[in-house]
């Protein structure tokens, strides 16, 4: 079973930036999978934010967050991180990094099958 573990939400002004990273335990569990995050604002469903490839930097980005957001990963750390700039009010929501099923990077959420507990982004206007 692959645990999934986010950190650094938090409250942020319009305008500024936060960087959320998750990490996978078991060691070299999701190496050869492609990884996700995706967030939920109350009242609305999840959604995609960004995927990356198991490896080689292919990325997908949602069009909402195309140019301000930039995922990464680190498979020796087992890590996958998202760099938020130029946050926007609508931004809020709780944010959740996944790993998908395959390799290849998707935007799909039945593509992915272990979901992290998510961490709170604030964003004020």
């Known amino acids: 079973q692959v645990r999934l573990a986010e950190s650094g939400g938090g409250l942020v002004q319009a305008g500024g930036s936060l960087s959320l990273s998750c990490t996978a335990s078991?060691?070299?569990?999701?190496?050869?999978?492609?990884m996700g995050w995706f967030r939920q604002a109350p009242g609305n469903e999840r959604e995609f934010v960004a995927a990356?490839?198991?490896?080689?930097?292919?990325?997908k980005y949602a069009d909402s967050v195309k140019g301000r957001f930039t995922i990464s990963r680190d498979n020796a750390k087992n890590t996958v991180s998202l760099q938020m700039n130029s946050l926007k009010p609508e931004d809020t929501a709780v944010y959740s990094c996944?790993?998908?099923?395959?390799?290849?990077?998707?935007?799909?959420?039945?593509?992915?099958?272990?979901w992290g507990q998510g961490t709170q982004v604030t964003v004020s206007s």
């Open positions: 990356i490839r198991w490896r080689g930097g292919n990325t």
């Open positions: 078991p060691p070299r569990t999701t190496s050869n999978n492609a």
């Open positions: 996944a790993v998908a099923r395959g390799p290849i990077e998707t935007m799909y959420l039945n593509d992915y099958q272990y």
